[in-house]
């Protein structure tokens, strides 16, 4: 039997769990078209030892930085990971690149490092 498994997000510490709004546009500026209403950001986390989880930093405060795809439900498949950024907490979220990359943030997020994983 096959899993699928979707993202969500809470903003009020667990009250309303939201999917994640997909981004309008892709790292190449792109419009990114999506199958049904349904659509909406899907990111990886440590249970998936594949891609890059989500991370952060204390020093870089609402930077956030992942690995997933848009579409229905979190895709394994290499060719539909993307690496995503948000700047605000994970309220907004841009696809910065085509496929998984690793990242690090420095200078309080005023720096991000990312090389192809």
Known sequence: MKTFTKSVMTFDKG????PIEAPYLDSK??????SNADCSL?????SNSNFSPLYSTRNAVGIIMGTGNVGDYLSSRHDEINTYLSRD???TWFEVAKHSHIYELGDHGGLIVMASD
């Open 15 to 18: 009250g309303i769990w939201k």
């Open 29 to 34: 500026g792109k419009k990114i078209l999506c």
């Open 42 to 46: 899907h990111l990886n986390s440590y």
């Open 89 to 91: 907490g994970g309220l």
